[in-house]
């Protein structure tokens, strides 16, 4: 493939992606949860691998713009996500293990307010069962 149809599939991609990103709702408020970087790779069917489009959130003149760059290598990928990884003040392993417990945490509480409702619903039955019907006389 030449630079020329390179540039223009990439320049299609990146135009498409970034119309994708600027129609979700979230999007105005990326870089206030912290998300300053999005790594993206793109494969092409007939072409194979395009490349990996890293889109950054600057300052510039006063105004927030998101800039790109493409990456020719899925390594380059790799090493920048990486690199964006250690440079966060956030540190994603904890952050994933707080959401998993904080998951686990309610689903185990829905799970004890359905088995609490259930055994309520079975004792009432049996209770119901073991009560005699009106007008049945019992010796």
């Known amino acids: 493939?030449?630079?020329n149809d390179l540039a223009q599939i990439r320049h299609l991609i990146e135009s498409q992606f970034r119309l994708q990103l600027c129609k979700d709702?979230?999007?105005?408020?990326?870089q206030s949860l912290g998300i300053e970087h999005l790594v993206q790779?793109?494969?092409n069917t007939e072409k194979g691998f395009v490349g990996i489009l890293h889109l950054f959130w600057v300052?510039?003149?006063g105004k927030n713009i998101w800039l790109s760059e493409w990456l020719d290598e899925e390594e380059d990928g790799e090493k920048?996500?990486?690199k964006?990884?250690?440079e966060s003040p956030v540190d994603g392993d904890?952050?994933?293990?707080?959401?998993?417990r904080k998951i686990k945490e309610v689903m185990s509480k829905n799970l004890n307010m359905a088995l609490q409702d259930r055994v309520k619903d079975v004792l009432e039955k049996t209770k119901n069962e073991d009560e005699p019907e009106e007008g049945v006389l019992l010796n």
């Open 80 to 82: 920048l996500a990486l």
């Open 84 to 86: 964006i990884r250690q």
């Open 41 to 43: 790779g793109f494969h």
């Open 94 to 100: 904890k952050l994933g293990e707080v959401i998993t």
């Open 1 to 3: 493939m030449s630079e």
């Open 59 to 61: 300052k510039s003149n």
């Open 25 to 30: 709702a979230k999007f105005p408020y990326l």
